[in-house]
């Protein structure tokens, strides 16, 4: 594949999503070549790859190099918190870049505070996805530092994470902030009825964005309240 590939002048579109492809060494290192050598990759997609750290270190130091690519997605890839570096060279380089999906790649707030280091960069960033990623209140901290940087963010998916109530609160202040996010998703978290004052104000501050609170710690006569206010419509609860 890896061979055929530097061939392939005018491929725009490429997914690779094979678990266990990347345990060999020898196969990541020719697919890192050749990844440079397409240049028109507009849409790059390596998930579910299950790939080793230096390997992906290996691959980002790659991808980093597809200066027209628009759209990343490395869900389940494993990435861990230890990649900064590589993302910082991913966003000097890759200015183009729209959307890019971490669903899945045990970040932890570790690996937000390092690639919110890196944020300021990506400043063409139109949707991120950093579900499943194990992120406490503690990583949303330096996020909301940095969103309002993102001038064109439109959707920021956190769901299935470990944001509480202080995260909630920290992103519905920043919200105002960040002048055309529609949707924050907030699905499956650690969210419970005492973060209703702060969707009540952050609704009334920015009429834009929509909240996604679906399977949080919520009761039910706290959804109520956020049923029959004036929030309804921009609230999925």
């Known amino acids: 594949i890896a061979e055929v590939l530097r ?6 579109h490429l997914q690779i ?15 890192a070549e050749a990844f440079p050598e397409i240049p028109n990759l507009t849409h790059l997609q390596l998930a579910d790859l299950a790939v080793a750290p230096f390997q992906s270190q290996q691959l980002l130091a790659s991808v980093s190099r597809c200066s027209k690519l628009e759209s990343l997605d490395l869900t389940q890839d494993f990435l861990g918190p ?23 790649n045990n ?16 400043w063409n960033l139109r949707v991120v996805n ?8 503690f990583g949303i901290e330096p996020l909301v530092d940095v969103l309002p940087c993102c001038s ?38 650690e969210i419970s009825d005492a973060a209703v004052s702060w969707i009540l ?4 501050l920015s009429s834009k964005t929509k909240f996604a609170l679906q399977r949080n710690h919520i009761s039910g ?17």
């Open 17 to 31: 999503s094979v678990k266990n492809f990347l345990y060999d060494s020898h196969v990541c290192e020719a697919l």
């Open 201 to 204: 104000q952050a609704t009334t």
């Open 130 to 137: 950093l579900s499943i990623n194990y992120i406490t209140d």
């Open 221 to 237: 006569s706290a959804v109520q309240i956020l049923r029959n206010s004036h929030v309804a419509s921009f609230v999925t609860i």
């Open 107 to 122: 970040m932890v707030d570790e690996g937000i505070r390092s690639l919110c280091l890196t944020i300021p960069t990506f």
């Open 152 to 189: 064109f963010l439109e959707s920021l998916d956190l769901s299935v994470n470990l944001v509480g109530d202080r995260g909630l609160a920290l992103l519905a202040n920043c919200v105002c902030a960040c002048s055309v996010l529609q949707n924050l998703e907030l699905a499956e978290n």
């Open 7 to 12: 061939w392939c002048q005018s491929l725009e």
């Open 82 to 104: 230890g990649l900064g570096q590589e993302f910082a060279a991913l966003g000097m380089q890759c200015t183009n870049l729209k959307q890019l999906n971490l669903r899945a």
